[in-house]
T-cell receptor, first 114, second 114 residues
Framework: EAQVTQNPRYLITVTGKKLTVTCSQNMNHEYMSWYRQDPGLGLRQIYYSMNVEVTDKGDVPEGYKVSRKEKRNFPLILESPSPNQTSLYFC?????????????FGQGTRLTVV | AQKVTQAQTEISVVEKEDVTLDCVYETRDTTYYLFWYKQPPSGELVFLIRRNSFDEQNEISGRYSWNFQKSTSSFNFTITASQVVDSAVYFCALYGGATNKLIFGTGTLLAVQP
């Protein structure tokens, strides 16, 4: 089954404690990205990757890091989480960067930073 | 700049009513893609439709239909004979080749009352 898998689904952590949210896709997609969803703001892109070892900033990259060492995986790293990073996070992948295919989204990770 | 506006924050209808969700976009790209996604209360994002900028044909899929008008930069979504299961947040999104990212609107919460 084609899917994007995020882990964990729920996470409560404390300010400053490094964490990683994993994302894996099994569709051999080149393009992957991370979004955060906040009330009244819709989804905003954090980082995206057009292929292995190619990543770039989205609209709200501050406080986040990513890496793309393998095509299937695109982890999101919060080196020192802060309460303003409390949000619902989605990983997405698509066949190409041209928008010609729909983005497949993971189930979401609800992060709370206290 | 690219932008997607969903002016309707919340809509409430009674079952079997028709409802239209508005989406207005801004882009300078000549080639772009427009999307609609559904986010039910369970939180996942479900792809509904993709339309490229060269295809202005309206589309119908069961009770769902979409009206794309380049002249007004709109891509509206109509649900005919709404059902309680249609209750969700609906996002309109724009992908432009120049930005390599999917820009989302802020979403419209549709509540269908029995």
């Amino acid at each position: 089954e084609a899917q994007v898998t995020q882990n964990p689904r729920y996470l409560i952590t404390v300010t400053g404690k490094k964490l990683t949210v994993t994302c894996s896709q099994n569709m051999n997609h080149e393009y992957m990205s991370w979004y955060r969803q906040d009330p009244g703001l819709g989804l905003r892109q954090i980082y995206y990757s057009m292929n292995v070892e190619v990543t770039d900033k989205g609209d709200v990259p501050e406080g986040y890091k990513v890496s793309r060492k393998e095509k299937r995986n695109f982890p999101l790293i919060l080196e020192s989480p802060s309460p303003n990073q409390t949000s619902l996070y989605f990983c997405a992948s698509s066949f190409n960067r041209e928008g010609g295919s729909e983005a497949f989204f993971g189930q979401g990770t609800r992060l709370t930073v206290v | 700049a690219q932008k997607v506006t969903q002016a309707q924050t919340e809509i409430s209808v009674v079952e079997k009513e028709d409802v239209t969700l508005d989406c207005v976009y801004e882009t300078r790209d000549t080639t772009y893609y427009l999307f609609w996604y559904k986010q039910p209360p369970s939180g996942e994002l479900v792809f509904l439709i993709r339309r490229n900028s060269f295809d202005e044909q309206n589309e119908i899929s069961g009770r769902y239909s979409w009206n794309f008008q380049k002249s007004t930069s709109s891509f509206n979504f109509t649900i005919t004979a709404s059902q309680v299961v249609d209750s969700a947040v609906y996002f309109c999104a724009l992908y432009g080749g120049a930005t390599n990212k999917l820009i989302f609107g802020t979403g419209t919460l549709l509540a269908v009352q029995p």
